[in-house]
């Protein structure tokens, strides 16, 4: 089997998913160790199923512990000796001292526990808004990661059911000059042409990629690419049944009438 046939045959998001057994798992690193494409392909596929990963890490709340006792500070009982200069004894003559004494404690510890429990009654109080506020927000957030990975499960579907159709021709499109790490494929059908660009470096914020068709030996601009489209995407664009050659340059957002020589990043003849 070809490379490009083995990176088209979907084993290496079976592999990055960890479906495959041990045995298939150890050939495939073998192959990556000697085919630097089909490494750069685990990359690109993991790097996607990594950022749907991040998206799903939560932060621990605030220490209750430290909630706790700042609450209960604010709030400090009154001090014993000032609660028993309040209490005024009518008849002591009659009660004795030590009772007196039992009886103050036990009003000052009162008021203690009073404030106290309203204390923590407060914190308590004040957790559960938080609480709520927060189940609410990763509620929001689960809802919103659940939408993402239905979406990237539609989006590798969609790739895998257009990279491995018999109906589409691929075409490969091989770095030029200073980029010859880059390339890129062209699925070709009937109708429409969809593209990869398989491993292009990120466009600056005012680049994009713009699709050309060579005809009669000229470049015709057939399209430009989404900034935000990722390397394991495809780009839909409309088919010329009469080009000979595909090429990708990068260009100023909107694109121009011809490419720029030295922005041509890959290209490919139709075979």
């Not at 070809?2 to 998913?17: H, T």
């Not at 969609?158 to 490969?172: E, F, P, R, V």
């Not at 489209?229 to 260009?251: D, G, M, Q």
Request: net charge negative; charged share 25%.
């Amino acid at each position: 089997m070809k490379i490009k046939d083995y990176i088209e045959s979907g084993i290496l998001e079976e592999f990055c998913m960890g479906v495959l057994d041990e045995k298939s798992e150890q050939k495939i690193i073998l192959l990556a160790q000697k085919y630097p494409i089909i490494q750069r392909e685990i990359d690109s596929i993991q790097e996607t199923l990594y950022q749907f990963d991040k998206r799903n890490a939560i932060q621990p709340s605030i220490n209750i512990k430290e909630n706790l006792l700042s609450k209960i500070t604010e709030k400090k009982a009154t001090p014993v000796a000032e609660l028993t200069k309040e209490i005024k004894p009518n008849i002591e003559k009659q009660v004795p001292l030590r009772k007196i004494k039992v009886l103050r404690y036990i009003a000052a510890a009162a008021i203690t526990a009073f404030l106290f429990t309203a204390a923590l009654s407060i914190y308590i109080n004040n957790q559960l808004v938080e609480l709520k506020a927060e189940n609410a927000s990763l509620k929001a957030d689960l809802t919103e990661s659940n939408e993402l990975f239905a979406s990237l499960q539609t989006k590798y579907l969609d790739y895998s059911n257009i990279t491995q159709a018999k109906d589409y021709k691929q075409i490969s499109l091989e770095g030029l000059g200073e980029h010859t790490d880059s390339f890129a494929y062209v699925f070709r059908g009937k109708e429409s042409i969809y593209v990869s660009i398989a491993n292009l470096p990120k466009p600056a914020p005012n680049k994009q990629y713009q699709f050309w068709a060579i005809i009669d030996g000229a470049p015709v601009s057939i399209g430009l690419i989404d900034p935000s489209v990722k390397s394991n995407e495809l780009s839909e664009l409309n088919n010329v049944p009469n080009a000979t050659a595909f090429a990708i340059s990068l260009e100023d957002i909107g694109g121009k009438a011809s490419p720029t020589s030295d922005q041509i990043h890959v290209f490919g003849n139709v075979i």
